[in-house]
DNA sequence: TTCCAGGTAGCCG
DNA sequence: CGGCTACATGGA
C-alpha cells in the first residue's frame, strides 16, 4: 500500500503513482456517491465538501486536478480512504470463501469513501424506493435550488450541498420543485432536527459507538435501519456496518442460499461471517449483483 | 399500461 | 413482535 505522492503547484494537480487496490470508476460508480459527473474522456468531476475536482486514472496513476498539497492533506486523502491497506480486508474476506472471492475480483478496486454526514445522510433518505440515475437527479435540484453558486475548475458553476439550516429555514412548498416525492418531509423535518443543535450530535456520532449512532439515526423521521446503516458506513467509518436493501437480499438469496424474506437472519450471518469487515463486504457484493445483474 | 427502484411508517392481527 | 400496504415520481 505505498505510492508516491508528486505536487505540482503551478498547476494545482495531485499526483499519486504506484497506487494499488484503487479504480477510480468502481470506486465512483459503486452507488454510495452521487455527485459526479462522467466526463468524455473518462475522467470525472466530483464534489464533496464544498469543494469540486476532477480526477483521472491511468493503470496505477490517480491525477486530482483544482487540489493544493495541504487540501489533499485535509480532505482528500481521508475522502477516498488512500491510506487503508484493502489488499489485506480482501485477503481475509476472500478466505474460505469462494463467493466472495468471484465479488472481489469483480470490484477490487473499490474503496469506502469517508463522505460527509449530513450529505451521505440526506442523500440516503433521497435514495429509498428509487433508482441511482434519478437519486442522482434529485440530489442535484436539492443543490441547485438550495446550495451555495461558486466555480472551479476553469469557469465551470457548482454548488454546494445544502446545509440543516438552508433546508430547515425553506417552507415546504419551496422544496416541490426538487421532486422529492413523499420524502420531502422527511428531509424537511429531519434538516430541523438536525439544525436544531446545529448538528453537534450528528458530526460527533464518528465518535460514538456503533450502536449509539444508530440509535440516534433510526429515530429521524424517515430514517430506518438501511439508511442508518449507509450513513454510517460512507461517512462515519462504522465499517462493520452492513446496509441491506433489495440487491443486497438478492445476493444472499442467490449467492449464499439465505431466506431473502428474512431479514434478521441476513443480519446475523453477516455479523457473524463478515464482523468489523461487513462494510466491505457488503459493497463487494452489492456493485457485483448489480453490475452483473444476477436476477 | 404496469412494474420497479440502494425503504420506512403506520396499522392490523 | 411479524406481515401487509401506502407513499411520489420517473423510467423501462
Excluded at 477490487?108 to 433508482?131: K, Y
Excluded at 441547485?144 to 457548482?158: I, Y
Excluded at 450471518?269 to 461487513?278: D, V
Amino acid at each position: 500500500m505505498t505510492y508516491q505522492l508528486e505536487c505540482s503547484i503551478k498547476d494545482n494537480k495531485i499526483r499519486l503513482r504506484e497506487m494499488e487496490d484503487f479504480n477510480l470508476l468502481q470506486t465512483i460508480e459503486c452507488g454510495q456517491c452521487f455527485r459526479w459527473n462522467r466526463e468524455v474522456n473518462g475522467s470525472y468531476t466530483i464534489q464533496a465538501f464544498t469543494k469540486a475536482i476532477n480526477v483521472s486514472q491511468e493503470n496505477n496513476e490517480i491525477v486530482i486536478t483544482n487540489s493544493s498539497l495541504s487540501e489533499f492533506e485535509e480532505i482528500w486523502i481521508k475522502y477516498f480512504d488512500i491510506q487503508r491497506d484493502y489488499g489485506e480486508i480482501k485477503k481475509i474476506l476472500a478466505e474460505n470463501d469462494p463467493i466472495m472471492g468471484k465479488a472481489i475480483s469483480f470490484g477490487e478496486g473499490i474503496r469506502l469513501l469517508n463522505q460527509d454526514e449530513w450529505e451521505t445522510l440526506v442523500s440516503f433518505l433521497i435514495s429509498q424506493n428509487s433508482n441511482i440515475p434519478r437519486i442522482k437527479g434529485t440530489i442535484k435540484s436539492l443543490c441547485e435550488n438550495f446550495g451555495d453558486s461558486f466555480t472551479a475548475l476553469g469557469n465551470q458553476m457548482f454548488f454546494t450541498f445544502p446545509t440543516p439550516l438552508e433546508i430547515a429555514s425553506c417552507d415546504d412548498s419551496q422544496m416541490d420543485v426538487c421532486k422529492l416525492g413523499y420524502r420531502k418531509s422527511y428531509i424537511s423535518e429531519t434538516a430541523k432536527a438536525i439544525a436544531n443543535d446545529h448538528g453537534k450530535r450528528l458530526y460527533n456520532l464518528k465518535n460514538e459507538n456503533y450502536e449509539a449512532a444508530l440509535k440516534y439515526l433510526i429515530e429521524l423521521p424517515g430514517v430506518g435501519p438501511k439508511v442508518a446503516n449507509c450513513t454510517m458506513l460512507f461517512s462515519m467509518e462504522k465499517y462493520e456496518s452492513f446496509p441491506i436493501d433489495v440487491w443486497v437480499k438478492r445476493v444472499m438469496g442467490r449467492l449464499y442460499g439465505l431466506d431473502e424474506k428474512d431479514l434478521k437472519g441476513i443480519e446475523q450471518f453477516a455479523a457473524e461471517k463478515f464482523g468489523k469487515y461487513g462494510g466491505f463486504a457488503q459493497q463487494y457484493l452489492f456493485y457485483y449483483i448489480r453490475e452483473n445483474k444476477l436476477i
